[in-house]
């Protein structure tokens, strides 16, 4: 049986965890702060002293953390890369971007050739993450697939390998960026209607049955019209990615994107980073004085 070590578990490494002890997967965990592994242990995982304690236990080894700074402090710093046993399987599912995903490939072959670097970042918030449908972009060597089929089967609903190490990496830029510009149209839709005087419930009914909302973005614009803006998916962390895809691009070739950015650093720098990226209907129009 696969034994699996989660390194994170912040809104999304939970709900994953959560699911690979539901799959009857050996699940040993491991966070910073430790009350979200106390919780899971009692869900029957297993809870490591560190990083390095719960690497030397695992098949496949997930980290599942903000940025990149906290992947290498996670894999170097506190010795998860050196503890992992030889033929483990280390699927860095963060959204890192293109670069530094590059640069743990490199350490990798350098340090531990004896260990395959899946790069499997997801498509999906904490919603489809607790409920196991989170989509896996994955990309690495074939002989890998067989072996985090069944972590993958266990945290998503359907995994796609797109190639080489890196390629899951760009194509979560493109699933993100796509996702910054359909919450800023719904935000700014809603953010309209309150500028022209519409009853945010009636801007809902009319857009609802809209074949321009998806699924998704009907559930964001629910929670605008309800002003609730708990985290599914922070706005600084959306930002992160956001910044991390611009960062692969020439300067000005996609000034949306990059007008996008500056109004979410604004947004950030006025406290509301930590908010669910719907949040930013408060600072567009007459969002930012009709709501607190």
């Not at 709900?15 to 919780?39: C, I, K, Q, S, Y």
């Not at 496949?60 to 906290?70: I, K, Q, S």
């Not at 979560?172 to 719904?186: I, P, R, T």
């Amino acid at each position: 049986m696969t034994r699996v070590a989660v390194l994170g578990l912040g809104g999304m490494g939970t709900p994953m965890a959560a699911n690979l002890v539901g799959a009857g997967l050996d699940t040993v965990v491991w966070n910073r702060h430790p009350e979200p592994a106390r919780a899971l242990a009692d869900r029957g995982a297993e809870v490591a002293a560190d990083p390095a304690d719960a690497a030397r236990r695992a098949d496949v080894a997930v980290t599942m953390v903000t940025d990149a700074a906290a992947v290498r402090a996670v894999a170097v710093d506190q010795g998860m890369l050196a503890a992992l046993p030889a033929g483990a399987v280390w699927a860095q599912m963060s959204t890192i971007g293109v670069a530094e995903t590059a640069r743990l490939a490199e350490l990798v072959a350098a340090e531990r050739p004896d260990v395959t670097l899946v790069d499997a970042p997801v498509a999906g918030s904490r919603g489809p993450a607790e409920q196991g449908r989170l989509v896996v972009l994955a990309s690495g060597p074939d002989q890998a697939r067989e072996r985090v089929a069944p972590v993958f089967d266990a945290v998503g609903q359907r995994t796609l390998w797109l190639g080489p190490t890196g390629a899951g990496s760009r194509l979560k830029l493109v699933n993100n960026l796509l996702l910054a510009f359909v919450n800023e149209g719904v935000a700014a839709a809603v953010a309209l209607g309150d500028t022209l005087g519409l009853d945010r419930d009636t801007v809902r009914e009319a857009l609802g049955g809209s074949p321009l909302v998806s699924p998704w973005a009907a559930e964001k614009l629910g929670r605008i019209v309800r002003d609730e803006h708990g985290a599914q998916y922070a706005l600084a962390l959306a930002l992160k990615d956001v910044e991390l895809a611009l960062r692969e691009a020439p300067p000005g070739s996609f000034p949306a994107g990059e007008a996008l950015a500056a109004e979410w650093r604004h947004a950030v720098d006025q406290g509301l980073g930590d908010d669910d990226l719907t949040v930013v209907t408060r600072v567009l129009g007459s969002g930012a004085t009709r709501r607190p």
